[in-house]
């Protein structure tokens, strides 16, 4: 009798944990999923795009070290960051920005800051551009203004990879709670 009603009661505990999967899973609509889906690989491209303006950066930080790198180096590296900048950076924050009111209050929160850091990373990259073009002739690794604002765009592209990383980490888990019927606040709570 025994073994019976362990079964019974482990039958009786599925099908509850069944009915509140599916409860639960009515709180994401599946406009809200596909929406949360798309949000999470834009995050995923501006992660994968701010890696690549950071390997650029950085590369010319190491070129500015050194007197005798071609002009055509550094320009090669700061076309790349501007080529990202266009053609990665901004449609993946342009269509968050579009639909960040779909999305949880705390995604909205990081698109704003990678929104914010993208911003500085290409003012920075263009003032690097002005001050490489007004420094002559003069080596990078004499040029102060030229180092300065690689090292801006630097930190700038760090910034974002690590609020892209976390931000996409967290919606990523987000989405597949979701998908999984689990409930799962909209924002985060302040303590």
Not at 83 to 95: F, I, K, Q, T, Y
Not at 139 to 148: G, I, L, Q, S
């Amino acid at each position: 009798m025994f073994k019976t009603l362990a079964i019974v009661g482990s039958v009786a505990i599925i099908g509850l944990s069944a009915a509140t999967a599916r409860a639960n899973a009515l709180d994401h609509t599946p406009a809200q999923v596909a929406i949360e889906k798309e949000g999470v690989q834009m995050v995923g491209q501006v992660e994968e795009v701010a890696r690549d303006v950071k390997y650029h950066a950085e590369r010319l930080q190491d070129l500015s070290r050194i007197v005798d790198v071609s002009r055509w180096s550094h320009y090669h590296h700061l076309d790349g960051i501007k080529d990202l900048v266009n053609d990665g950076l901004r449609p993946a924050l342009s269509r968050l920005n579009a639909i960040g009111t779909q999305l949880p209050e705390w995604k909205q929160d990081s698109i704003d800051r990678m929104i914010a850091d993208a911003k500085r990373l290409a003012d920075d990259t263009t003032s690097a551009y002005i001050a490489k073009a007004n420094g002559g002739g003069l080596p990078a690794a004499m040029n102060d203004d030229y180092k300065r604002f690689i090292a801006d765009v630097a930190s700038h592209a760090d910034a974002l990879v690590k609020t892209a990383d976390a931000a996409h980490s967290y919606a990523t888990a987000h989405l597949k709670a979701s998908e999984a019927g689990l409930k799962v606040p909209a924002s985060r709570t302040s303590h």
